[in-house]
Structure formats: C-alpha cells, structure tokens
T-cell receptor, first 109, second 116 residues
Framework: EDQVTQSPEALRLQEGESSSLNCSYT??????LFWYRQDPGKGPEFLFT???AGEEKEKERLKATLTKKESFLHITAPKPEDSATYLC??????????FGKGTKLTVNP | DTEVTQTPKHLVMGMTNKKSLKCEQH?????MYWYKQKAKKPPELMFV???????INESVPSRFSPECPNSSLLNLHLHALQPEDSALYLC???????????????FGPGTRLTVT
C-alpha cells in the first residue's frame, strides 16, 4: 500500500532560523511528488511538483528536493507569514493523491 | 490563472435538508475532484471526474451525490446528512488523469459545512 509520512508533526522556528521538513514515501511507480501549503480553514495552495530523484525546485524562501525515498522542503530564513501546515502528497499508479499528515510550522517573530 | 472557486463559503444545514455545493474552474482542466477534510487531518478523496465522467467513487455514502454538468463545473448534492459529515469540503482540478507524469491539483478555498 502506498504511504507518505511527514516529520516532524509540528515545528517551531524563530524568524530567520532555517530548517527542513521531511516527507518519506513508499509510492509504487511514483508519477509525481507534490508539496502544498495550507492555512487554517483554507484550501491547500500548490507549491511544487517533483518527478524524479535529484530534482530540485525553488520559490522565494522555499526549496524542495527529491530522492528515491524522501523529499525535503527547505525553508531559508523563514518569516512569520510562512507559518502554515505543509502537506506532502505522492501519486503513483492509481489516480489518488496519497497525502501525509502534514507538518504544522510556526515561525515566531 | 490557477483559480478554483467554490460556493457557498459556509453552509449550515439540518439533517433533513437538501443542499448543493458548487465548484468552478476555467483553466481547461479535464479532471475534477471532491475532497472532505476534518480538522487537523489531510484531505480525504471522495470523487474524481475525468472528462465529465465519474472515474472514482471512494465508497462514499449515497447521501452525497456528485454531478459534473460540463468541463468547468462540479456539484456535490447533499441530502439527509449526519452531524459527523460536518467538515471542510474541497474541490480541486488538474489538467487530466492521463499521462506518465501526474499533473498537480489546484484546490478551491473550500465550503465549511456544519450539519445540525
């Protein structure tokens, strides 16, 4: 069975303190690994798609990377507005996105 | 433009009511989805439409009835819901289900449903 596991469940950072979120996956025939950001009470906002090991994508303070077993979301010098829940999801041979449980990030000023 | 719109934003309904949730996208996407999300949990897939045909029904109770009138619109008809059905209902769309590389899904803002 396809599975996506995110760690840590929650992360508190000081403004400017860089860190990484982890997404471990076992998805048969991976066709895409996705990162989303979700603010409370709102729909997930698409951030990145990664397709193959070694791929990297960047957007402002965020950088996503992919290996054959894991993906990382690196946050450089975060700001309070980066506080949100970050969701990782994989898509393999089925038509379903398999979501992790998310990492709740809090950035204190 | 990567916008998916949903109406209403909030809905309170009794267990005997009939209501509908609406979703619209104008990105030319041919796959559309309904998800249910409970607090502190990831979205849970309910239905998938591909080229206006129902492709996946994740064993959802019949009190939820999806409809895809055309390639831009997706409805979710609600009838005789239970209090445990209270949740955030999310609509999403993607380019298609076809292809070696999966395309990203874009989510709407959701409808907060409360069943009393």
């Amino acid at each position: 069975e396809d599975q996506v596991t995110q760690s840590p469940e929650a992360l508190r950072l000081q403004e400017g303190e860089s860190s990484s979120l982890n997404c471990s996956y076992t998805v048969s025939g991976l066709r895409g690994l996705f990162w989303y950001r979700q603010d409370p009470g709102k729909g997930p906002e698409f951030l990145f798609t990664l397709y193959s090991a070694g791929e990297e994508k960047e957007k402002e303070r965020l950088k996503a990377t992919l290996t054959k077993k894991e993906s990382f979301l690196h946050i450089t010098a975060p700001k309070p507005e980066d506080s949100a829940t970050y969701l990782c999801a994989g898509k393999g041979g089925s038509e379903k996105l398999v979501f992790g449980k998310g990492t709740k990030l809090t950035v204190n000023p | 433009d990567t916008e998916v719109t949903q109406t209403p934003k909030h809905l309170v309904m009794g267990m005997t009511n009939k209501k509908s949730l609406k979703c619209e996208q104008h990105m030319g996407h041919r796959a559309m989805y309904w998800y249910k999300q409970k607090a502190k949990k990831p979205p849970e897939l309910m239905f998938v439409y591909s080229y206006e045909k129902l492709s996946i029904n994740e064993s959802v109770p019949s009190r939820f009835s999806p409809e895809c009138p055309n390639s831009s619109l997706l409805n979710l008809h609600l009838h005789a819901l239970q209090p445990e059905d209270s949740a955030l209902y999310l609509c999403a769309s993607s380019r298609s289900l076809i292809g070696l590389a999966a395309s990203e899904q874009y989510f709407g803002p959701g409808t907060r449903l409360t069943v009393t």
